[in-house]
């Protein structure tokens, strides 16, 4: 059965298969005529041609409404086809790359890094692409920067990296960033108690030294 189909084509989201030709034998030979040499029927071709325009988006139509044959139609819509597909699998390399090249800066937010990683994963993902799940986690577990050591290697030693989701991993590293930076607080705060004690102290020693 001769069948065409137009996932995606032109950056469109739609699916077709188109069976109905091939099922009517008669007409599907104004495509694929049994006889190469034996012209087509004028009336079958336009049936067949008529057939095609149904089955098709706006967008397509318009590239290959001057083809006055099923066959001709039939034929560029299956090169429009291969060229969709070149350029889908052209994008996806595309993004692949950024998704492997994208690494966190020290300066970055985590909420930031893990939106452009996602996004990137929902791009690829739309054009039809799988990315595995455990996948995106150890990407993400390597490239965020060195401040998160622990908690990265604490993950892969005693986490389930296989059956780990993002958000987990991504909850992890939160919890992990907040438990530092209560402990920077603490410190800041003892050291700034610290300076007061001091200050009174370099206060006192002055009252006693003008006494």
Known sequence: MSTVDLNKV????????????????????????????????????????????????????????EKKTAKGAWEAIKTLCQGAEKVKQ???QTLKAEFEAL???DSDQ?????????????????LGEEMQESYIVKKMLRAVPSRFLQITSILEQFGNLDTMIVEEAVG??????ERVKGKVDSSEGKLMLTEEEWQKR??????LLLT
């Not at 069976?19 to 034996?38: C, F, H, I, N, T």
């Not at 890094?113 to 993902?125: A, D, H, P, Q, S």
Request: hydrophobic fraction near 45%; aromatic fraction near 6%; glycine fraction near 8%.
């Open 10 to 65: 032109n950056g469109g989201s739609f699916g077709l298969t188109y069976p109905m030709l091939a099922r009517a034998q008669v007409v599907w030979g104004a495509v694929e005529p049994s006889d190469p040499k034996k012209a087509v029927d004028e009336k079958t071709d336009n049936i067949a041609l008529a057939m095609v325009y149904q089955g098709i988006p706006e967008d397509i139509l318009l590239s290959i409404a």
């Open 90 to 92: 052209a994008r996806v």
């Open 103 to 105: 690494c966190m800066k």
């Open 110 to 126: 985590l909420d930031d890094f893990y939106m452009k990683l996602n996004g990137l994963v929902t791009n690829i993902r739309a």
């Open 172 to 177: 992890s590293l939160k919890a992990h960033e």
């Open 202 to 207: 370099e206060a006192g020693e002055g009252k």
